[in-house]
């Protein structure tokens, strides 16, 4: 009985919650002041307008709430892009508050030994489970947060029997505004222009990576994602709850997240239906339902890319739901309210069975036994060695595997594996582990499903040794060499010898480095291969190199070599032309490689002109360059009039004229470049919904320096050229059936052969087809943008 006592006390909670590390940031609540006067009161790109919680508000609110209630933990976790606190809430009975210091050290029970964790659950219903409940990561959907406060406010406060009855057996972490940028600028994305819900294999923002350590942390059992908004997808079907239609990401384990997630689903819309009478609007007091993808259609809202904060979630072991509001008002807090009110209860009502399958999955992982995966679809171990020049790309990759809760180890002595020899130093993904599926969604090459479904919502594949560019090797054979485990890879570089330095043109680190060094005042110089050349002495580099993390030692500058100069970026700006940012991906790109990017609107380039800049680069829609739309929130975003148009064709002709570089980047940018008369090539893309991984045959000198034959590209609403006159090619899709790899383009062979980077005759424009800075995750391919600047 003492036993039970203590399980009880301790190893119940530990099994099924985990509490937090203190972050740095954790301690006193730190209340940020917002400036009102920047505060939107709407956006113009949702049909409805009501008077929304402003962000300024929610910190007093909480603050207010934590004062009352001895149930409640309010944190700042971190901060947005633009330095507005991150707040999260975690709700539990007053009895658990106290023992969160003994739970938190027992955390990895459930990794470690999951049958005992599933046998003591079918023993030990008196348990609590945590529930996850993140509002609104797009800025523009406010009802997310606004229900999610209230909700705070209800659990925090009230006592009625089905308050006391949902604390009882759950911990409630609310992650209050995912989106604090978003929702001060009344915009989708944040502060950086990406958007966060695409964001989940990158994580390349603040806002995502602090999601992912409470996920990681807490490995919630159920995960609520708000948005909005969505009406009338069937006939008198109000909002969208997950789960999705086809297909599905195959690393998942789908079955035991199919076998309750629809279920809740269809408690979440009776839960709303159940409140009917409380509605205002005509179309909710005449709904029948809620529009569940899975349930209502065959297609079209599928769950494939966890770049989706739910579906991410679900490889965490989440019953992950993306919740769609159907309007942006009182209603749509009510129905969003009601919605998480559902899940809850039916969380509540079969936490035991639920939780059990939550075990199976780490259990299936650790076990390495899939039931419902073919022999081999996940390989016993991927194994990554390292470059020992250039190791900053594997090194990233091991941090980020990590961050995700993916275990790597590092091999002590040199081994042989799938037939190749590997030094010691070299990393291991183990694949029988709690995490496998999300090891493998990260690291695997991906699939081509063209011809699976007709068309997908977002991207199809990401890999990350592909896109990021560094060896992952799959083996099916079991691994043997001693290992220990990698906690963090600390990365630093080191310099050797007196000088000139050779820095190579392999990474983005290494394309930092030169041009760091170049903005220091090093004399820097590059080859025909793209390598740079720093001719300075080992003190006046060795900070910098250290920070690059590269190994840098002494060459002889090639007497082909030319002296660069330090290049000052324009980049064409999408103030959120469609409620996105389309040039936010390169921009980041340019400033991940060093360069002093400054974003320019299509207005400033007509009025001001390009003088100061050495570079325009164009990477984004066509619409930024055109003088109508019958869209109201695009309106401030593209060019006033007609004369503003002819003035931008101007400034950029002179800009030419002057010897400035004009470099455009994916579909958009390549097709205004051709109404802008600056290119005698002929543009061809495919549809907005094609996107993948393609094989290319780069030429391997001056614009595509450092990369080869058969190698790697990425393309969304895929673009390439027929080219006019004597314009260099510098590379082209590989002319063979198969050289789309993965993700979804129907009928792609019209592409096959087809130039992707071509780079005028006459004038010095270069045409990218690829997608070389994708949302900041296609690293592998910046430097494709890094050569055409350098190039002369
Ligand atoms: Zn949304």
């Known amino acids: 009985m003492k036993k039970t006592k203590w399980m009880t006390g301790v190893l119940a909670a530990s099994l099924l919650v985990s509490i937090p590390t203190p972050a740095a940031l954790a301690g006193p609540v730190k209340w940020v002041n917002v400036n009102v006067n920047e505060e939107q009161d709407e956006s113009l790109f949702n049909s409805e307008n009501y ?15 934590d004062k009352k209630s001895n149930r409640i933990k309010v944190e700042v976790r971190g901060t947005s892009s633009e330095g507005y606190p991150l707040y999260v809430v975690t709700i539990a009975d007053p009895k658990s508050q106290g023992k969160f210091g003994k739970i938190q ?28 409940i993140n509002g609104s990561i797009h800025g523009t959907e406010f009802v997310g947060s606004d229900a999610v406060i209230q909700l705070i406010e209800r659990f925090a406060l009230e006592n009625d029997e089905e308050t006391k009855e949902i604390l009882e057996n759950n911990i409630l972490i609310f992650n209050v505004v995912q989106n604090p940028d978003g929702r001060v600028d009344a915009t989708r994305f944040n502060g950086e222009g990406i958007d966060l819900n695409r964001d989940f294999i990158t994580q390349s923002q603040p806002e995502t990576r602090e999601t992912v350590e409470l996920l990681t942390e807490w490995n919630p059992m159920v995960f609520l994602d708000t948005h909005g908004y969505v009406s009338g997808y069937g006939p008198n079907l109000e909002g969208l709850i997950e789960p999705c239609t ?30 009917k009478v409380s509605y205002d609007g005509n179309q909710y007091k005449e709904m029948k339902g809620v529009y569940i993808p899975q349930r209502d259609d065959a297609d079209g809202w599928d769950d494939y890319p966890p770049i989706f904060t739910p579906m991410y979630a679900m490889y965490h072991g989440a019953y992950g739901h993306t919740l769609e509001s159907p309007t942006n008002d009182e209603d749509g807090v009510r129905w969003m309210y009601n919605a998480i009110m559902g899940a809850l209860k039916y969380a509540t009502d079969n936490k035991q069975e639920m939780i059990t399958d939550q075990i199976e999955m780490f259990k299936r992982g650790i076990q390495f036994d899939h039931p419902y995966h073919d022999e081999g679809h996940f390989p016993n171990a991927y194994i990554l060695p390292v470059d020992e020049k250039d190791p900053t790309v594997t090194e990233k990759a091991v941090n980020h595997l990590l961050f995700n809760d993916i275990e790597v180890v590092q091999a002590a002595k040199s081994f042989t594996a799938g037939g190749k020899q590997y030094e010691k130093g070299t990393y291991i993904v183990p694949m029988n582990q709690a995490k496998a599926g999300l090891a493998n969604t990260m690291l695997w090459d991906g699939e081509d499903i063209s011809n699976d479904t007709p068309s997908m919502y977002d991207i199809s594949a990401w890999s990350l040794p592909e896109l990021w560019g560094f060896e992952a090797n799959p083996v099916q054979e079991e691994v043997n060499v001693v290992s220990s485990k990698v906690n963090k890879v600390d990365g630093q570089g080191a310099v050797s ?31 025909a291969e793209g390598n740079f050349y720093a001719n300075a002495k080992a003190n006046e580099v060795s900070a910098a190199v250290k920070a690059s993390g590269l190994e840098i030692g002494t060459a002889k500058v090639p007497a082909d070599a030319e002296v660069l100069q330090s290049m000052k970026v324009a980049i064409l700006k999408d103030g959120g032309i469609n409620k ?64 503003q148009l002819d003035a931008l064709k101007q400034n950029i002709d002179s800009f030419l004229a002057d010897g400035g570089k004009y470099l455009a980047v994916g579909a958009g940018a390549s097709i205004a470049t051709e109404k802008l008369g600056l290119t005698d090539n002929t543009v061809k893309t495919a549809g907005y919904n094609s996107n993948g991984i393609v094989k290319v045959d780069y030429s391997g000198e001056g614009l595509t320096a450092a990369y080869g034959q058969d190698d790697f590209g990425f393309v969304y609403r895929p673009t390439w050229y027929e080219v006019a006159g004597n314009d260099e090619v510098a590379a082209s899709i590989d002319d063979s059936e198969n050289f789309f790899l993965a993700g979804h383009w129907a009928n792609n062979n019209i592409a096959q052969g087809q130039p992707v980077i071509v780079k005028e005759e006459d004038k010095d424009v270069t045409l990218i087809g690829l997608e070389a800075g994708f949302r900041d995750h296609t690293d592998y391919l910046f430097r494709l943008l890094s050569n055409s600047i350098f190039t002369k």
């Not at 008077?51 to 603050?63: P, V």
């Not at 459930?110 to 049958?115: A, D, G, L, R, Y």
């Not at 820095?503 to 080859?527: C, F, H, M, Q």
């Open 51 to 65: 008077d929304f919680m402003k962000f300024s508000q929610i910190g007093e609110k909480l603050e207010e709430i």
């Open 105 to 132: 050290a027992l955390r990895k029970q459930m990794f470690k030994n999951p049958e005992k964790a599933q046998d003591w659950i079918a023993n030990n219903p008196d348990f609590k489970v945590p529930i996850m």
């Open 246 to 275: 086809p297909p599905h990401n195959p690393n998942y384990e789908y079955d035991l997240y199919q076998k309750w997630a629809y279920g809740q689903a269809e408690a979440m819309e009776s839960e709303i239906l159940a409140d």
């Open 497 to 527: 010898g007196k000088g000139p330095f050779l820095i190579p043109n392999s990474s983005v680190k290494a394309v930092e480095l030169a041009n760091t060094l170049l903005n220091e005042g090093v004399t820097v110089l590059r080859d």
């Open 580 to 643: 996105a940012q389309s040039h936010a991906g390169t921009k980041l790109a340019l400033k991940r490689l060093g360069f002093d990017v400054t974003e320019v609107t299509p207005v400033e380039v007509a009025e001001q002109g390009l003088s100061g800049f050495d570079v325009f680069v164009y990477s984004g829609t066509e619409t930024l360059i055109t003088t109508s739309t019958n869209r109201a929130g695009n309106k401030e975003f593209i060019l006033q009039s007609q004369a």
